[in-house]
């Protein structure tokens, strides 16, 4: 169920992460202020605002499993969080590269775009802990949930504060008084963050698939009244 | 902070460095989520063949009606699928 319209899902995205990668390095104009390192953006930005969505999107289903008490749900903001938990990974190592070229330092501690976005992944860092802590499944679920709202509501409040910080270093992409950046510069970007969503959204509809089909492996397992088989973890929700 | 906003920009063969990094490492985190996926991949794929085996065994046991109740599971009920979601 879950593997329906994964192939397309794969082929859409291979094709245009390979598009956004010709266009970053065959057809972005060289930022006239950074030069080359500016191509960092085309990854550390789609990277970013993919992570920060999936963070939502993760309170969004939870919402959805306190609402209708339906595990599925669970299991989707579960996934959500944990891919975008990976792409917060790969945001704060790129981000930490592009300073080092840019800045000269791998970390400013007194930028706030770098500390919020810190704060947000080591807050989803504590997902996993808090969720392994409880033994009961449905508890479980449901406190997950009730985490994942509340971190997903605190995403957009954080953004809006680092926003409205009046921040010299770090370069804001969007409504800049300078205007912004030029035609091809933005087309790149919004490939970019096109491939980074299709990727965040393959990724999770893979691990949607295979938590399903080891659901589905218990079942029949349990069906066939045969012993559990290997280690099952007691942190991921089942879906079948 | 001056000194920061002040910092030029690096030259071709400099930045190339850090931009292959940042991408490498994209990639090799792009791999590794590949590699951890299909070990669990794999694992389901043992798991399910381990069922195919035991339920062969069943329908086997449950052929062969001198041996039925010798049979690993026969005398076991049936256990009603559970509910995952």
Not at chain 1, 42 to 47: K, T
Not at chain 1, 56 to 75: E, I, M, S
Not at chain 1, 217 to 233: C, E, F, H, N, T
Not at chain 2, 34 to 62: N, Y
């Amino acid at each position: 169920m879950y593997g329906k319209g994964l192939k397309p899902l794969s082929i859409a995205t291979v094709a245009m992460l390979a598009l956004s990668l010709s266009l970053v390095f065959f057809y972005a104009p060289l930022d006239g202020d950074q030069g080359f390192i500016q191509k960092i953006f085309y990854l550390h930005v789609p990277l970013a605002i993919v992570s920060l969505v999936g963070f939502v999107v993760g309170g969004v289903f939870a919402v959805l499993h306190l609402r209708t008490d339906n595990r599925k749900w669970d299991a989707y903001s579960y996934v959500s969080i944990h891919i975008s938990v990976i792409f917060g990974v790969a945001v704060l190592i790129t981000g930490a590269i592009w300073a080092k070229a840019s800045w000269g330092h791998w970390w400013v501690w007194d930028e706030p775009t770098l500390v919020s976005f810190l704060i947000v992944f080591l807050l989803y860092a504590t997902y996993y802990p808090f969720r392994y802590a409880i033994e009961d499944r449905d508890r479980q679920a449901r406190y997950a949930s009730v985490f994942a709202v509340t971190a997903g509501a605190f995403v957009p409040l954080n953004f809006m504060a680092v926003r409205m910080a009046q921040s010299l270093v770090h370069p804001r992409t969007f409504a800049t008084a300078e205007g912004g950046m030029p035609g091809e510069m933005m087309l790149t970007f919004l490939c970019s963050l096109a491939a980074m969503a299709l990727l965040w959204t393959t990724l999770v509809k893979f691990e949607l698939t295979a938590k399903s089909a080891s659901g589905q492996v218990k079942r029949l397992r349990r069906a066939l009244d045969a012993p559990p088989g290997g280690a099952s973890s007691r942190i991921a929700p089942e879906v079948s | 902070m001056d000194l920061l906003l002040a910092a030029p920009a690096l030259p071709l063969d400099e930045a190339g460095k850090y931009v292959a990094g940042a991408y490498v490492v994209f990639v090799v985190l792009l791999v590794v989520y590949v590699a951890i996926m299909a070990a669990k991949v794999q694992r389901i794929e043992r798991e399910l063949s381990d069922v195919a085996a035991i339920a062969e065994e069943k329908k086997e046991a449950q052929a062969a009606p001198g041996r039925g109740s010798e049979a690993p599971f026969a005398s076991r009920g049936s256990g009603g699928g559970g509910t995952d979601v």
